[in-house]
């Protein structure tokens, strides 16, 4: 039952935890209360406040920057090491691990350094896969936002680590804490690793060409409801689209492949499986460079 248990919540929180991808691109004025209410419910206690990804995600949406050195969320993974993809989930497993650190002990310490401060800024405060990417310092009004959820953020850490340490939080039941949190990370970079072809090298890439390294999966296996939630399983439609909500994406999808011919680019994004996603990308990893 407490595996079973593991199980529902970590699928829960997994999509809970994807809303963040909505609030990146929702009109707050017409939902207003929603970025609060679902950072102080799941951001907070998950330590992945909204502001990690809002002025992230955009960027890489960026039609002149997407797939390039600048694009915070991308790497030309297709062409890079074997030993990268067992690499890139790891670091997810290390994840909660990581955010302890962030948010419990680098938050207070760069209030008290400047220097430390700044590179938290760039380099620790955004979901990015590119390690080159630097981050700009927050202005005007997401600036407060981004003080608030750091600030519970940093409150919330730091009373994880003084309970554990003090015996108020048991071991196991902290074990527990950090390990749906490690699933939730683990699938998400799953995902990731499907949601494009990754075979940009850094050059600028035309509209048509972004949409073609992007990745629909639309079914009609129920697994991507699991595994991709949230619209997910729609990523090209939503790079074409990217102002759709996620709930009318399965709509969107069904009307364009109705309207558009069988050979049109539109098709070419749509593949069959996670498990045929992943493979094509292990041999391309696997080419001689």
């Not at 990268?84 to 290390?94: A, E, G, M, R």
């Not at 390294?213 to 439609?237: K, M, Q, T």
């Not at 009318?248 to 045929?276: C, F, I, M, Q, V």
């Not at 992943?278 to 001689?288: D, I």
Request: aromatic fraction near 12%; hydrophobic fraction near 45%.
């Amino acid at each position: 039952w407490a595996l079973l248990a593991g199980v529902v919540s970590v699928l829960a929180l997994y999509r809970a935890t994807l809303f963040i991808h909505e609030i990146t691109h929702v009109k707050h004025s017409l939902l207003p209360g929603f970025r609060v209410g679902w950072n102080v419910l799941v951001g907070m206690p998950m330590m992945l406040p909204s502001f990690m990804y809002e002025g992230i995600h955009a960027i890489h949406h960026a039609r002149t920057r997407y797939g390039t050195a600048e694009d915070p969320e991308y790497l030309p993974l297709a062409h890079m090491k074997p030993y990268t993809l067992p690499l890139f989930l790891l670091v997810s497993v290390l994840m909660p691990v990581g955010l302890l650190i962030r948010f419990g002990i680098l938050t207070p310490l760069s209030l008290l350094f400047p220097k430390l401060r700044r590179v938290v800024i760039a380099k620790y405060s955004g979901l990015q896969i590119n390690p080159s990417y630097e981050r700009k310092a927050p202005t005007g009004e997401f600036r407060k936002q981004w003080a608030f959820q750091e600030t519970i953020c940093s409150i919330w850490a730091i009373g994880v680590i003084a309970t554990v340490a003090t015996g108020i939080f048991p071991l196991g039941a902290f074990a527990i804490y950090m390990a749906v949190i490690a699933g939730v990370a683990v699938i998400n970079q799953v995902r990731t690793l499907v949601a494009h072809l990754w075979e940009n090298e850094g050059e600028p890439l035309t509209v048509t060409a972004q949409f073609l390294d992007s990745v629909n999966v639309p079914g009609p296996s129920w697994l991507p409801y699991f595994w991709a939630p949230v619209g997910l399983r729609y990523h090209a439609l939503h790079h074409l689209l990217p102002s759709l909500p996620y709930h009318s994406l399965t709509e969107a999808h069904r009307r364009l492949s109705e309207a558009l011919a069988t050979d049109s680019a539109y098709h070419k994004a749509n593949y069959p499986t996670l498990t045929g996603l992943m493979v094509r990308l292990g041999r391309n990893t696997m080419k001689p460079r």
